[in-house]
């Protein structure tokens, strides 16, 4: 089959790779869409850790199943399908409590790191085990269906979240989770939106999927933001922040925008480490809190682009070759201007 794989940091060849034998309990799925991810972007260069050479990255991803293993239920050749992008076992301590995206021993599908490594979906076929399939809905197309996964990651980091119809909310980074973040909390009621991104073009798109506020950071100082964000929302600040970045400024941005004893949400995971105002989260009794992968959110996402409630097309920016993946990669690294999302075709 043909693959695409980062040999290298920096570094892309597509190559003739052996088609994934399954195991009992998995399914080879013919891949027809998967999205680059900003974490795929952010692993090329060896950045995250989590990408480490050689690996077959994409974990967003969608396709026809192919052959079914001899222990599979449920599932037949020709099912459309997507899947969840962590691997758990059944079994464990934390899947058994209903927290399967924390569990020990999980893995992600397109990841490799010191302890794991999981071949991905930008390749013509995958591997996957059965009970991380979904079914597609008949009038939901692969490609839509390749955007579940970012849907269904904003889904979860609301659901964590506290929040009462008519709540304030301010969505720091408007990249493509902080826009299903965006749409996700409009369907949760809050009345106050407010969008906080450097780029303007990506703030427009805020308030065409929800926002009701923008504010670019890159022409006011912090201060002016949280003075705008105050009063948007009576003088006291929002009631729920949701940080996805990943990197210091926006952290502190996302805990300075926020009322006492309000929730902030950090989604975003960029910088390993960053530096928190501690005293500041204390004596305003502030609850951070983080928000990882994926819990059960895939039926519920699907649901809702299928009956039209959330725009995953609005962040899609080309559909374009698995064999021209390298130089998508390459652009989307670059940070060029206008583009959010693509998704290649195997």
Same mark, same amino acid.
């Given at each position: 089959? %043909?693959?695409?794989?980062?040999?290298?940091?920096?570094?892309?060849?597509?190559?003739? #790779?052996?088609?994934?034998?399954?195991?009992?309990?998995?399914?080879?799925?013919?891949?027809?869409?998967?999205?680059?991810c900003g974490s795929d972007v952010h692993g090329m260069d060896g950045s995250s850790g989590r990408r480490i050479p050689p690996i077959v990255m994409g974990h967003e991803a969608s396709?026809?199943?192919?052959?079914?293993?001899?222990?599979?239920?449920?599932?037949?050749?020709?099912?459309?399908?997507?899947?969840?992008?962590? $691997?758990? =076992?059944?079994?464990?301590?934390? =899947?058994?409590?209903?927290?399967?995206?924390?569990?020990?021993?999980?893995?992600?599908?397109?990841?490799?790191?010191?302890?794991?490594?999981?071949?991905?979906?930008?390749?013509?076929?995958? *591997?996957?085990?059965?009970?991380?399939?979904? *079914?597609?809905?008949?009038?939901? +197309?692969?490609?839509? *269906?390749?955007? $579940?996964?970012?849907?269904?990651?904003?889904?979860?980091?609301? =659901?964590?979240?506290?929040?009462?119809?008519?709540?304030?909310?301010?969505?720091?980074?408007?990249?493509?989770?902080?826009?299903?973040?965006?749409?996700?909390?409009? #369907?949760?009621?809050? =009345?106050?939106?407010?969008?906080?991104?450097?780029?303007?073009?990506?703030?427009?798109?805020?308030?065409?999927?929800?926002?009701?506020?923008?504010?670019?950071?890159?022409?006011?100082?912090?201060?002016?933001?949280?003075?705008?964000?105050?009063?948007?929302?009576?003088?006291?600040?929002?009631?729920? +922040?949701?940080?996805?970045?990943? !990197?210091?400024?926006?952290? %502190?941005?996302?805990?300075?925008?926020?009322?006492?004893?309000?929730?902030?949400?950090?989604?975003?995971?960029?910088?390993?480490?960053?530096?928190?105002?501690?005293?500041?989260? $204390?004596?305003?009794?502030?609850?951070?809190?983080? +928000?990882?992968?994926?819990?059960?959110?895939?039926?519920?996402?699907?649901?809702?682009?299928? *009956?039209?409630?959330?725009?995953?097309? !609005?962040?899609?920016?080309?559909?374009?070759?698995?064999?021209?993946?390298?130089?998508?990669?390459?652009?989307?690294?670059?940070?060029?201007?206008? #583009?959010?999302?693509?998704?290649?075709?195997?």
């Amino acid at each position: 089959m %043909k693959a695409l794989v980062l040999t290298d940091y920096n570094q892309f060849d597509l190559q003739d #790779l052996p088609t994934p034998i399954i195991r009992p309990d998995e399914v080879l799925v013919r891949v027809q869409a998967v999205g680059i991810c900003g974490s795929d972007v952010h692993g090329m260069d060896g950045s995250s850790g989590r990408r480490i050479p050689p690996i077959v990255m994409g974990h967003e991803a969608s396709g026809i199943i192919t052959e079914i293993g001899r222990d599979v239920r449920g599932w037949a050749t020709g099912d459309r399908v997507t899947f969840d992008s962590t $691997v758990y =076992s059944l079994d464990d301590w934390y =899947s058994r409590r209903g927290q399967y995206n924390i569990s020990d021993g999980r893995e992600v599908v397109g990841v490799s790191t010191p302890d794991f490594k999981r071949q991905g979906a930008f390749a013509e076929f995958v *591997a996957v085990p059965q009970h991380i399939l979904y *079914a597609i809905p008949d009038n939901v +197309s692969f490609t839509q *269906a390749a955007l $579940v996964e970012p849907v269904a990651v904003a889904l979860h980091a609301v =659901s964590l979240t506290p929040i009462q119809v008519n709540d304030s909310a301010v969505v720091v980074g408007a990249g493509m989770i902080g826009l299903f973040v965006i749409q996700v909390l409009k #369907l949760a009621g809050c =009345s106050t939106i407010v969008a906080i991104d450097l780029d303007n073009d990506r703030l427009v798109l805020a308030k065409k999927l929800g926002a009701t506020h923008v504010l670019n950071a890159g022409t006011l100082d912090r201060h002016e933001v949280v003075t705008q964000v105050q009063a948007l929302t009576n003088g006291r600040g929002a009631d729920v +922040s949701f940080e996805v970045v990943g !990197a210091g400024p926006t952290v %502190k941005t996302a805990i300075d925008c926020v009322r006492k004893g309000a929730t902030v949400t950090l989604v975003g995971n960029l910088a390993p480490t960053v530096e928190i105002p501690l005293q500041a989260i $204390v004596t305003r009794q502030l609850r951070l809190q983080g +928000s990882c992968a994926i819990n059960g959110e895939y039926e519920a996402a699907l649901a809702l682009i299928s *009956a039209g409630r959330i725009n995953v097309e !609005a962040i899609l920016s080309a559909e374009v070759p698995l064999n021209e993946g390298a130089d998508w990669f390459q652009r989307l690294y670059d940070k060029e201007k206008g #583009l959010i999302k693509v998704v290649l075709k195997p």
